[in-house]
């Protein structure tokens, strides 16, 4: 078998992405569990998840370690932040806002083996509603399907220590059908202002059309 670590925590074993899994004997989502030299990985899959997307499609600027603290927003059933919770391991903490009662009930779920996984029902966009629970952190990653994207990212960059990391997933299809994404790209990029320099761009095709990952950093 081949394997080589890729980035701090993340994996390939023969061309297949994978995370050390935090909650051994455990799937999320039906992912391949793996042993190997005494330890267990989950395969993750670039068709479910951006990040593993982006990683696959040569993403520079993997930011997320152990012992991080990550604001997830976004998280939906739990399938990307629990891989971020593997990479953050048992000293790392992964705040998980869902907006969606439905979604919360299967992300409740995993947090419940993952004790460095906070699931938190509400809208990001009003981060006054966690505001008391989320501490200073090292990441934000954005994940959400609304027409004002480029606002909630901005809003939750008080979260963010000054020099951290987000990445900002832009959905073209849920601002603006009628432009064409790149104008939308441009559009939500250029809402940022002098709260974020945008590091890096990706594209997510073949995984995700549509869609554009950015990577910004807090200045």
């Not at 930011?63 to 593997?86: C, E, P, Q, W």
Request: with cysteine; hydrophobic share 40%; proline share 2%.
């Amino acid at each position: 078998m081949n394997f080589k670590e890729l980035y701090e925590g993340v994996f390939s074993f023969d061309g297949k992405l994978a995370t050390r899994n935090f909650s051994v004997g455990r799937k999320v989502y039906n992912e391949e569990l793996i042993r190997y030299e005494g330890s267990e990985y989950r395969t993750w899959n670039p068709y479910r998840s951006k990040l593993a997307a982006a990683i696959l499609n040569g993403l520079k600027n993997f930011k997320i370690g152990r012992g991080n603290a990550v604001l997830y927003l976004g998280a939906a059933t739990g399938t990307t932040s629990s891989h971020v919770s593997d990479i953050v391991g048992e000293d790392g903490r992964v705040y998980c806002v869902e907006i969606s009662e439905r979604n919360m009930r299967d992300l409740i779920r995993v947090c419940e083996s993952r004790d460095n996984m906070l699931p938190l029902l509400g809208d990001a966009m009003h981060t006054e509603k966690y505001s008391d629970v989320v501490m200073p952190c090292d990441v934000i990653y954005q994940d959400i399907s609304a027409r004002d994207q480029a606002l909630i990212i901005k809003a939750n960059s008080i979260f963010l220590k000054k020099g951290g990391y987000a990445y900002f997933i832009i959905k073209s299809q849920s601002i603006d059908i009628s432009k064409k994404p790149k104008d939308v790209f441009d559009q939500e990029l250029s809402k940022l202002g002098d709260e974020f320099e945008v590091v890096e761009t990706l594209s997510l095709e073949p995984f995700d059309s549509m869609h554009l990952f950015a990577v910004l950093r807090r200045m």
